[in-house]
């Protein structure tokens, strides 16, 4: 039963990060095409441009996988980045297909998933 639950379980949670890459990936396809004028724009929404947008999400992503890697100083960057667009998407990318990589690998256990599985339910 056991082996089932955790079989099912990588399948779907390497489906869900397959879905996560290709949605960030039109998002981010999208702000390679904006000019760095329309990246600070001033707009009313919940955040007060698209680099602000942008870097929230970025900054989701990457402290989820520092905290599901254990790394010993995870950073929200939102506070601190002030790199580039490029840079931005770069750390975007790489925090995006960090996950997928995470939960292919074979180091991957049950239990792993089973305390990721926990950690997405506490936080809602």
């Known amino acids: 039963m056991w082996a089932y639950l955790w079989a099912m379980n990588k399948a779907y949670l390497l489906d ?11 998002a981010i396809e ?3 095409q904006i000019t760095d004028a329309q990246w600070e724009q001033v707009v009313t929404s919940s955040f007060n441009s698209v680099r602000q947008t942008a870097l ?13 890697t254990k790394d010993p100083a995870p950073v929200f960057i939102s506070g601190t980045f002030t790199g580039t667009k490029h840079d931005l ?6 925090a995006s297909t960090g996950m997928k990589e995470r939960i292919g690998t074979r180091h991957m256990t049950r239990n ?13």
């Open 16 to 26: 869900l990060a397959s879905y996560n890459i290709w949605a960030n990936y039109k």
């Open 30 to 32: 999208w702000l390679q």
């Open 56 to 68: 929230h999400i970025a900054s989701a992503e990457k402290i989820g996988i520092d905290f599901w």
């Open 89 to 94: 998407i770069d750390i975007w990318e790489k």
């Open 112 to 124: 792993t998933i089973f305390v990721v599985i926990d950690f997405n339910l506490n936080f809602r």
